[in-house]
């Protein structure tokens, strides 16, 4: 099994309420988010919450490897 693709969802949700702080505060109810969605040669597909564009840089490390070994490929990203 090999690392085959990615794919990259954004979208802008709705809070409760505004999110504020000291620098600006009167929030706002509106955050970005993301949805990273990694595939395998044989279909076994992931996801994980958050993710931005630095992906795109970032996959070449990754793409062909085994997902299994994920030791190695964290190494491999943070190094």
């Given at each position: 099994?090999?690392?085959?693709?990615?794919?990259l969802?954004?979208?802008?949700?709705?809070?409760?309420?505004?999110?504020?702080?000291v620098?600006?505060?009167?929030?706002?109810?509106?955050?970005?988010?993301?949805?990273?969605?990694?595939?395998?040669?044989?279909?076994?597909?992931?996801?994980?919450?958050?993710?931005?564009?630095?992906?795109?840089?970032?996959?070449?490390?990754?793409?062909?490897?085994?997902?299994?070994?994920?030791?190695?490929?964290?190494?491999?990203?943070?190094?």
């Amino acid at each position: 099994m090999k690392i085959s693709g990615f794919r990259l969802e954004t979208y802008v949700e709705r809070m409760d309420r505004g999110i504020a702080d000291v620098n600006y505060p009167t929030g706002d109810d509106l955050m970005g988010s993301s949805i990273l969605w990694i595939y395998t040669d044989e279909g076994l597909n992931g996801i994980a919450p958050m993710g931005n564009e630095t992906v795109k840089d970032l996959f070449p490390l990754i793409d062909g490897q085994d997902p299994r070994g994920t030791r190695g490929l964290s190494k491999a990203l943070i190094d």
